[in-house]
């Protein structure tokens, strides 16, 4: 039985590494102005399409870490990133 590390097992490092170039230009876009970023990609199972705003950044940035952390392992990598810290009020 394989166990799965990751809901991107599988994916080429090809095509994660522009997913992830995608992810990245929606954060630049969300903290440069403010606006409103969609996002769509292709996956095997169909298209998606994200959209994210101001409110929800942490959840792009959560995306990005982890692109960034399956591309690193099937690059052999060792890189140890930390996720960002959420402040429990």
């Known amino acids: 039985m394989t ?3 990751s809901i991107f097992d599988g994916m080429d490092v ?3 590494r522009a997913r992830l170039a995608t992810l990245q230009q929606a954060y630049l876009d969300l903290m440069a102005g403010g ?3 969609s996002v769509s990609y292709t996956q095997g199972d169909g298209a ?3 959209t994210y705003s101001q409110a929800n950044i ?3 940035t959560q995306a990005i870490l982890a692109l960034q952390t399956q591309i690193d392992q099937l690059s052999g990598l ?3 990133r ?3 810290m959420r ?3």
């Open 3 to 5: 166990c799965r590390t």
């Open 14 to 16: 090809g095509v994660l």
């Open 35 to 37: 606006k409103i970023v």
């Open 48 to 50: 998606r399409s994200v």
């Open 58 to 60: 942490a959840d792009l």
């Open 78 to 80: 060792r890189i140890n």
């Open 82 to 84: 930390r996720a960002p």
């Open 87 to 89: 402040p429990v009020f």
